[in-house]
């Protein structure tokens, strides 16, 4: 039921996200305009956000749908999905700025 919810928070997540494809504009103010300053304007860029909180409720997910597993494998899951979040990183470079980049 858990895997379920999830997995329906992210299909929704997707559908919000592509359904609002227009590209940021400094000029407009944004409720979250700290969290997306300096990201390029590209499509690969824009997944950055999305990216970054769904890590963290992966996480989370992890932690709690596994939590009857011994702690190494817990941490060896973790290790993963921060590994496949890094490599995302360093493929779409999603800030202007090289040093932003590095700061993950």
Known sequence: LVLVICL????VSFYVFYSKRDFYDP???YKLAEFIT???DSKYARLYPFMALN????FI?????F???ECIYLSVGMLIIQ???LMFLMAIRPFDRAENNMIE
């Open 8 to 11: 329906g928070a992210i299909g």
């Open 27 to 29: 000029d407009k103010y």
């Open 38 to 40: 300096g990201i390029k």
């Open 55 to 58: 890590r963290r409720a992966l």
């Open 61 to 65: 997910g992890w932690l709690i749908i």
């Open 67 to 69: 939590s009857w597993i």
């Open 83 to 85: 590994f496949v979040y």
